[in-house]
């Protein structure tokens, strides 16, 4: 049965931008797409630049836009940035590793217009979640965190990247998650870049990769919070099977955003910016669709025009079994862990043990 697809058009508008605004951050996670650092770099835009390129995404689309680090909150034009995106009608939302929170901070940034914020719990306690962070105390200091997040009304959302150090461990960070009075649970599926190519030999294998996602798909019916799996395209193609199987289609008004969106987004409804102005349809793929410095600050002719975003949107010019997979369009595979695998970045997904129809039915 061919899957229902969600509705996309030829010139589509990012709905999230992710801008690493700095890289300087009070961790060392082993994991860290920026390889961050301690200190900032020159490099950053300055609180101009920054207005300019907001001005420039605000005139066309009206995307989330996901204040990233390293550690946004090492900023002091933080709340700043967060008030001007607001005032041009952009949902702000903000990643933080928390140790830079407190009651006060939530406050400002609820008044600075920040819509969300973002914690990252890698462990169900804090042995295993300060030495993936490799910092001590940082359990303490995400559990204080989402403390102050709740004191203050500040909604967040716990992400988890998932590898094979925490995965036995994942439904308790995600009753941990529920337990803190989180709105959401993501799942991130490791993408080994950054320092992240340490932790390679910790990426789930394929057959673990989807035993994961059929966790989270059993977990969406009676999930008291929102549960939304990232970097895991696949995610898309089992929700599918599964209803499948169970004689329900998935459509928008049985399964809502699910069946709305799909698994790569990357240069189709979402991008990266770097601290340096780089513009990437992901943080993982270091591939450069163009730089917003370099050109006036103008992001919306590189998300339209760049060559390298309209490749990607040519979803038949994939490689291998995402070329021809009848999930094409709700699932993508994950460019970065295709170029990270074999330095082709429209190669098949190398973690996914699906055979499309016409690959099983060719004689």
């Not at 490099?43 to 630049?49: L, N």
């Not at 019916?221 to 990232?230: D, E, M, S, Y």
Request: hydrophobic letters at 40%; a positive charge.
């Amino acid at each position: 049965m061919t899957p229902v697809h969600p509705s996309s058009t030829p010139h589509p508008v990012p709905r999230l931008i992710a801008w690493e605004l700095t890289r300087a951050c009070t961790l060392k996670c082993r994991h860290c797409r920026a390889s961050a650092d301690t200190s900032r770099s020159t490099a950053e835009f300055s609180t101009a630049e920054c207005e300019k390129v907001l001005d420039n995404v605000a005139a066309f689309a009206k995307p989330i836009i996901i204040l990233t680090g390293g550690e946004p909150l090492m900023r002091d034009d933080i709340f700043h940035l967060a008030r001007h995106g607001s005032d041009l009608g952009l949902r702000m939302v903000l990643a933080t590793c928390g140790a830079l929170l407190s009651e006060a901070v939530c406050r400002r940034l609820i008044d600075a217009g920040i819509q969300r914020i973002s914690l990252s719990i890698d462990g169900a306690t804090a042995r295993s979640h300060d030495a993936f962070r490799r910092v001590d105390g940082a359990f303490a200091d995400a559990m204080t965190a989402a403390a102050h997040a709740r004191r203050a009304g500040l909604e967040f959302q716990i992400n988890t990247t998932v590898s094979q150090l925490n995965k036995d461990e994942l439904p308790e960070i995600f009753n941990l998650a529920i337990e803190l009075g989180a709105v959401s649970f993501h799942p991130f599926l490791l993408v080994p870049t950054g320092r992240g190519k340490e932790l390679a030999d910790y990426e789930l294998s394929p057959v673990e990769y989807e035993r994961v996602l059929k966790w989270v798909y059993d977990q969406r019916g009676t999930a008291p919070i929102g549960l939304k799996p990232t970097c895991a395209p696949h995610y898309y193609r089992i929700l599918r099977q599964q209803e499948q199987q169970r004689g329900r289609r998935v459509t928008r008004q049985t399964h809502g955003l699910d069946a709305m969106t799909k698994g790569c987004l990357g240069a189709q409804g979402f991008a990266f910016i770097s601290h340096v102005g780089n513009v990437q349809m992901c943080g993982f793929l270091q591939e450069t669709a163009g730089n917003v410095r370099e050109c006036h600050y103008d992001f919306k002719t590189i998300w339209f025009d760049s060559a390298f975003f309209n490749r990607i949107r040519a979803l038949d010019g994939y490689h291998g079994r995402c070329g021809v997979c009848e999930y094409q369009s709700v699932c993508g595979g994950c460019r970065a862990r295709a170029f990270a695998m074999t330095g082709d970045y429209l190669a098949e997904e190398p973690f996914c043990l699906y055979r499309p129809e016409s690959m099983r039915n060719a004689r």
